[in-house]
């Protein structure tokens, strides 16, 4: 229904007053949240406020729409999804003002957290990763066929994002069940839609992906609600994705501090026009649904809740330091205790045969763990790791992936969440880059913000030698070893990949598990046939010595031990680290209290590479002991190049020797 005073159409269907009334409360209750934070913002008891005035009915919307065990993923501008999913007040008001009683303990802000108690996972500042991860959670309802849709918001400025692109393919190439609502405000903080996209509009994008395109009238809280439950109802029995897009306007600035300056004066008075609270009051009172007096009695319903809301905030003391549990809180706790080998039967095994052992017998042992990665299915990967998965655990759990890292390492993320393990494999390291966000900043962090740890493994084929170039051949493992909430391992012989390896998926922490590729077919060792893990954070000594400590890793072993073999006259303690987070310290630290000498030997380039680390914990705890400087041996400071000698000579190894030989005669 429309009238000359009421620019929305609406049209309630069948819906009863109750429902009609449900959602006017519904955007009536963030409304008046919001106008309370900009009172408290001027006051300074808020640092910072994303408004979403104008902008509610989609929240609410959508909120009130699906059910209450199926997640929403949402942006800075949706409070009426919390309202909508009944959050204590004074919890909401807690993690705006960073105290404890918040659900990020004072470590993050705003709306910057997730919470399994309400089935939300909140945004991280880039945007575009919470896309895969609402692939991931999709996924994991399609496995348990438990008829759930996910929902996860992005904006017009958002969608411009190469996630956006990447996780609208992989759900409809993997028929996810997730809608992706995309608010279309007209702007990305200040840039206007015309320099964000050529496109008329977003429903026309879902044509590129072969999915469904559904646009809204985004400030009309009633035919949101009204289309998310058709939608929501087809796709639960028939699971497919669907881009939502949302037609709204954003009343005030990107931010408080940005104001609305750029845009058109006209503009905000077409969309004021338009607002989704008042034109819904407006024709619920035409109707006779809602009277001046309900109105004032919601009011006052809702004010004193969030002055109740407040003054609890209020009361909590700010977060105090302490550095013990700060430093506790980055990993989900894990008790790392080694599972023994229990029988003396033992198999030759290259070090890629004891990877493929150890991934399917954690695939064996854990029914929820799903193997994500480029041709790792029917093909077995490129290494042929995975070759024989399918037809053993079948394409449910060994899944062939679009190129579509981001998406992917995403969607690991949004199975864990779901209670699910997942291994992503990189076809080789350096594709790594691709999905950094996601790593870094979400399985990473994820734990020390809101405490949801990321049982997400990632197996990292790495390293030179190989005559690949500058894009197959890198060592990164530096990049990750500097990101707390991160395990790094990095094995050089195939009993300690397997242990490791299924230690990694024993563990519910995000592990990088780092794979050279020169060694997967040129070792060979007894390896147990037992399932069995090795500690994670416990160097392996392999050569005793007491003229100087060589460390390293990887590739780096076995060119000290070829060093080490051709001068038997040098006395050597040789330590393979095998785990670069956690880092065995103590074994670094004893032994060079013993020889009083130490030369740590990485592939990876020498500037900024993992070296330096290790120099400076030596130099700090073992200073009185040296007998000469600290020397570092690594790769040269440029890329790797192809040609063999020309990758030779970047690599350290002669380089390496002598610098051992002047150590010992220094």
Known sequence: MITSATPIVFDRKEYTDDILLSLYRGVLKPRMIEEKMLLLLRQGRIAKWFSGIGQEAGSVGIGMGLERDEFILPMHRNLGVFTS????????????????????????????????EYNIVGMISHLGPQMGIADGIALANKLKRNKKV?????????????????????????????????ENNG????????????????????????????????????????????????????????????????????????????????????????DPLHNFERYLL??????????????????QEIEVGLEIASGEHLPTP???????????????????V???????????????????????????????????????????????????????????????????????????????????????????????????????????????????????PTGAAVGAGPFHSQSNEAWFFHTPGLKVLYPAFPRDAKGLLLAAFEDTNPVLFFE???????????????????????????????????????????????????????????????????????????????TGRALVLHEDTLRGGIGGELSAIISENCFEYLDAPVVRSGSLDTAVPMNAELEGNFLPIARFEKALLDLINY
């Open 187 to 274: 702007y990305g903080l200040s840039t206007p839609s015309n320099e964000q996209f050529r496109c008329k509009q977003f429903i026309d994008k879902a044509i590129g992906y072969g999915i469904e395109g559904v646009q809204v009238d985004g400030n009309n809280v009633l035919e949101v609600y009204d289309k998310v439950r058709e939608l929501a109802a087809s796709i639960r029995e028939n699971p497919r994705p669907v881009l939502l897009e949302l037609m709204t306007f954003r009343m005030r600035g990107h931010e408080e501090a940005s104001g609305t300056k750029y845009v058109p004066k006209e503009l905000l008075e077409v969309w004021g026009r338009k």
């Open 342 to 460: 229990t029988s003396s039967k033992t198999t030759s095994k290259r070090l890629i045969d004891a990877i493929s052992d150890g991934l399917g017998m954690a695939m064996e042992k854990y029914e929820n763990l799903v193997l994500m990665g480029q041709d790792i299915a029917d093909y077995g990967g490129v290494f042929k790791i995975t070759d024989g998965f399918v037809e053993k655990f079948g394409k449910e759990r060994v899944r062939n992936t679009p190129l579509c890292e981001s998406a992917i390492i995403g969607a690991g993320f949004g199975l864990a969440i779901s209670g699910y393990k997942a291994m992503v494999e990189m076809q080789f390291a350096d594709f790594v880059t691709e999905g950094m966000t996601q790593i870094v900043n979400n399985l990473a962090k994820s734990h020390y913000r809101w405490g949801q740890s990321a049982d997400v493994v990632i197996r990292m």
């Open 516 to 594: 050279h590729k020169a060694l997967y077919r040129s070792i060979t060792q007894e390896v147990p046939d037992d399932y069995y893990t090795i500690e994670m954070g416990k160097a392996n000594l392999l050569r005793e010595g007491t003229s100087v400590s060589i460390v390293s890793y990887g590739l780096g072993v076995h060119w000290a031990l070829d060093v080490l073999d051709r001068h038997p006259e040098i006395s050597a303690d040789l330590i393979d680290l095998r785990c670069l987070v956690p880092l065995d310290k103590e074994a670094l630290i004893r032994s060079v209290k013993k």
């Open 85 to 116: 999913r009944e959050i204590p007040l004074n919890r909401l008001f807690s993690q705006f003002q960073g105290k404890p009683g918040g659900f990020t303990k004072g470590r993050d802000r705003s709306f910057h957290f997730g919470t399994q």
């Open 150 to 182: 996910v929902v996860v918001f992005t904006g017009d400025g958002g969608a411009s994002e190469g996630d956006f692109h990447e996780s609208v393919n992989v759900a409809a190439v993997w028929d996810l069940p997730v809608i992706f609502a995309i």
């Open 286 to 303: 035409e109707q006779n649904i809602l009277s001046k007096e309900m109105i004032d009695k919601y009011r006052e319903e809702i004010k």
């Open 322 to 340: 302490d550095t013990a549990v700060e430093l506790r809180e980055m990993y989900a706790a894990f008790g790392n205790s080694e599972i023994p």
